[in-house]
């Protein structure tokens, strides 16, 4: 019996005192005289923007040439074509071995044209397209399947093709490389076909005009006409001879006479 009173006397005493360090507690929090908080601090005062209108921006005053339309140039290419098929690499266009010419002399920029397409295995294409001992082809316009110019990046590609005289080549699409080195240098008009297999309803040795204006290839052989693409803002600059002769053209940088 004395056991157990001791115990709960002592329960009692547990429980007192827990409720005397709530209510310290309680009364502490509640009473908030005593809390000190930091002030808030001031910020400055900024003036308040308008939403008239800004003064205009002064920019260089150095005038830039205005772009001009381009001058009248041929817009048509007439003559006997010559058609290859698919996949029309670069080492058929211009094999390795004749990349040491310099298209920028005269005389190498010839040589150059006389091996376009040398690279052809004869057996497929017996007809050569640059004649034996000629420097220049007798086909102004290339007729090709897909993939035109694949293979190595090699800018002597479309160069040797315009030295030897091709004015246009319409494929089916080319490969990006060869189209934009076409473009860069203003040798060809790489151009599209909007059909398939026109390569396939053509001859080497049809006459064919290219109509660059209304976008058309027209075979006098065989009496089709059929739809390319339109060659867009690449046409005015392969017109000006290639990438830097257009950017002179424009005034996008100074010409050689006042460089």
């Known amino acids: 019996m004395a056991a157990a009173a001791a115990a709960a006397a002592a329960a009692v005493a547990r429980a007192s005192k827990t409720s005397t360090y709530s209510q310290e507690t309680?009364?502490?929090?509640?009473?908030?005289?005593?809390?000190?908080?930091?002030s808030r601090p001031s910020f400055p005062i900024y003036p308040s923007f308008s939403r008239s209108t800004p003064e205009p921006l002064l920019l260089s005053t150095s005038p830039r040439a205005a772009v001009t339309p381009s001058s009248p140039s041929p817009t048509t290419f007439h003559g006997p074509c010559y058609v290859l098929g698919d996949n029309i690499d670069t080492d058929q266009?211009?094999?390795?071995?004749?990349?040491?010419?310099?298209?920028?002399k005269p005389d190498e920029y010839?040589?150059?044209?006389?091996?376009?397409?040398?690279?052809?295995?004869?057996?497929?294409?017996?007809?050569?397209?640059?004649?034996?001992?000629?420097?220049?082809?007798?086909?102004?316009?290339?007729?090709?399947?897909a993939n035109f110019g694949c293979g190595s990046s090699r800018e002597h590609a479309p160069v040797a093709l315009g030295a030897a005289g091709v004015r246009a080549v319409v494929a089916e699409y080319y490969a990006r490389i060869f189209?934009?080195?076409?473009?860069?240098t203003g040798e060809i008009f790489p151009l599209e076909s909007e059909e398939t297999g026109i390569w396939k309803e053509c001859t080497t040795g049809d006459i064919v005009t290219v109509d660059l204006d209304g976008s058309w290839l027209i075979n006098h052989t065989t009496g089709k006409e059929h739809r390319l693409k339109p060659i867009g803002d690449a046409g005015p600059v392969i017109e000006a001879g290639g990438i830097f002769a257009y950017a002179r053209k424009t005034g996008m940088i100074a010409s050689a006479s006042t460089a």
């Open 110 to 145: 010839r040589k150059l044209g006389s091996f376009s397409l040398c690279g052809l295995p004869s057996a497929a294409y017996p007809v050569p397209f640059v004649p034996s001992g000629a420097a220049s082809t007798p086909f102004p316009v290339v007729i090709a399947g």
């Open 93 to 104: 266009i211009i094999p390795a071995e004749h990349l040491t010419l310099v298209p920028s």
């Open 26 to 38: 309680r009364s502490a929090l509640s009473s908030t005289s005593n809390l000190r908080f930091p």
């Open 179 to 184: 189209f934009r080195n076409s473009v860069s």
